[in-house]
C-alpha cells in the first residue's frame, strides 16, 4: 500500500505555469502512476500517465503540448509541469499508482488548481 499527498497547486492567471508534485510513502517502482483532474460539476477525468520505471508516459488530448509527467523514483515522487494554463484548467489535481491490471489503486487527497482569464 502507498499513500500519495498532491502539493503545489495554487491560484495563477492565465498563461502562468505551475509545477505539481505527489510524493508517496513508500516507493513508486512498483506502480505506474497517473494525474488527474476533476472540475465542479464534471467527471473525473484522466490527464497523465507514465508507466513503471523506464516505461512510457502519456498525456491526454485536452493538455498535449502544455502539460509533462515525469517519475523520480529515487524520491517516490511524481511531477506534473503544467505551462500555459487556462481557465478551462481549474480543477482539483489527483495523483494516483496502479499496481497492475486496469484500475488504480491508490489516490492522494488532490490539489486545487485555479487559473484566472
Known amino acids: 500500500q502507498v499513500h500519495l499527498v498532491e502539493s503545489g497547486g495554487g491560484l495563477v492567471q492565465s498563461g502562468d505555469s505551475l509545477r505539481l508534485s505527489c510524493a508517496a510513502s513508500?516507493?513508486?517502482?512498483?506502480?505506474?502512476m497517473g494525474w488527474f483532474r476533476q472540475a465542479p460539476g464534471r467527471p473525473r477525468e484522466p490527464v497523465a500517465s507514465i508507466e513503471r520505471s523506464g516505461g512510457s508516459h502519456y498525456v491526454y488530448d485536452s493538455v498535449k503540448g502544455r502539460f509533462t509527467i515525469w517519475r523520480d523514483d529515487g524520491k517516490n515522487t511524481v511531477y506534473l509541469q503544467m505551462n500555459g494554463l487556462k481557465p478551462e484548467d481549474t480543477a482539483v489535481y489527483y495523483c494516483?499508482?496502479?499496481?497492475?491490471?486496469?484500475?488504480?489503486?491508490?489516490w492522494g487527497q488532490g490539489t486545487q488548481v485555479t487559473v484566472s482569464s
Open positions: 494516483a499508482a496502479r499496481d497492475s491490471g486496469s484500475q488504480y489503486d491508490y
Open positions: 513508500g516507493r513508486i517502482d512498483y506502480y505506474a
